[in-house]
Each structure stands twice: as C-alpha cells, then as structure tokens.
C-alpha cells in the first residue's frame, strides 16, 4: 500500500488559492488518487478523484504529474468555512485497505 | 436517502463491558467498512466488508468484532471494552473498492 505525505498544516486567508500538495513515491499502476475533507465531530467527505493529468469539478481541481508519484489539491478562492483536514489518499480499485494518513489541517483566516 | 446511519452518537461503557455499534447504510454498497479515530490523528481502518458473508481485517482489529449478514448492515462489536478503545468510530460505505466512500456521522466512545 502507497504510503502518502502532506504538509501538517497550513495557513491561508479568505480569497486566496490554496494548493497542498501530497507525495506518494510508493504509488501503484492501479492506485487512484482521492482526496477527502473532514470538519470537526464529521466523518470525511469526498472531494474529488483522479488518475493523472488533471481532474476538476465544482470545488476543487487536482493535478497529478507524469510520473505520478505526487499530486497537488488546488482550492480556489477559500473561505472561512473551508477550515478543515485534507487527506490524500491513494487507493488501489483492487483493493480495500484504504489509509488515511494524519492529513494537513488548513486554517483559513479573515 | 439516509446514506450512512449510525447508532448510538454517543456511548460510555465501563472496562470489560461489550457492546456493538451499528452501522446501516441505504445506497445498496457492496463495500462497508469502520475506522476509529483518535484525537488529532487520522482515520485507522478496523474491519472491512466487500459484501454480505464476506469480512476481513484492517490495519487495528484486535479487540472488535464484524458480521455482514445483510448489504445494509455492518456491526462492530467491542468484546471487553479497554481504556483504549476511547475514540470516534466512523463507518463508511462505497459502491466498490477505489470508488468515494459514504461515511456515517460518527459515534463518540469513551470507555472509563
């Protein structure tokens, strides 16, 4: 299983970019790359998918290079109520063992 | 829909007590699965289900039990609770392995 690395934390204020950006060397052929949000006392909720290149819907976008090996969440213009963690997993479709790793705890300020 | 329900959201037992968490779910997922969640730390797998009468491990199983006898259903059983089950359990579910896990609201355990 594809061990994943992300910044601890991370600081932004309302209106900013934000990018975080999550390393996994270990990633297999058959690994997609899957990002969660999670608020406090909530369990995790989606937040988008991919394989390679770039995906984007209606929240996020995520880039994913060549050789795979990192990949990047790029939150447009946060706000205040986008102060969650963000976990980077990856996750492989034959299999179910899916690890959550601490994932980055983004403060979004005023 | 419901998506994921769980029961109870809150529960304290004393050490050795049992007790089970349960875990329902409306979507017709093939695949269930609980975490714990400790504080300030990410989510750890249990036990996991890729269907009705089909069970395995996860990454911290000791001391809890599954049974998946239905596509809805997904217990976990705690056997004799221990100081270190403490923790936030989540159940999700998902339409198939690598698909966007459905996760439960949780269900704060605390064993004295």
């Known amino acids: 299983l594809a061990k994943t690395t992300q910044p601890i934390s991370m600081d932004s204020y309302e209106g900013q970019e934000v990018n975080i950006t999550c390393s996994h060397n270990?990633?297999?052929?058959?690994?997609?790359i899957t990002w969660y949000q999670q608020f406090p006392s909530q369990g995790p909720r989606f937040i988008i998918q991919?394989?390679?290149t770039k995906v984007t819907n209606e929240v996020a976008s995520l880039f994913i290079p060549a050789d795979r090996k990192s990949s990047t969440l790029s939150l447009p213009r946060v706000s205040l109520s986008d102060t969650a963690v963000y976990y980077c997993?990856?996750?492989?479709?034959?299999?179910?063992?899916?690890?959550f790793g601490a994932g980055t705890r983004l403060f979004v300020k005023a | 829909n419901a998506g994921v329900t769980q029961t109870p959201k809150f529960q304290v037992l004393k050490t050795g007590q049992s007790m089970t968490l349960q875990c329902a779910q409306d979507?017709?997922?093939?695949?269930m699965s609980w975490y714990r969640q400790d504080p300030g730390m990410g989510l750890r797998l249990i036990h996991y289900?890729?269907?009705?009468?089909?069970?395995d491990q996860g990454e911290v199983p000791n001391g809890y039990n599954v049974s998946r006898s239905t596509t809805e259903d997904f217990p976990l059983r705690l056997l004799s609770a221990a100081p270190s089950q403490t923790s936030v359990y989540f159940c999700?579910?998902?339409?198939?392995?690598?698909?966007?896990?459905?996760f439960g609201p949780g269900t704060r355990l605390t064993v004295l």
């Open positions: 289900s890729v269907g009705a009468g089909i069970t």
């Open positions: 997993l990856v996750d492989a479709q034959g299999g179910f063992k899916t690890i």
């Open positions: 991919g394989y390679k």
């Open positions: 979507m017709n997922h093939e695949y």
């Open positions: 270990n990633i297999a052929t058959n690994d997609y």
């Open positions: 999700a579910s998902s339409y198939g392995t690598g698909n966007e896990q459905f």
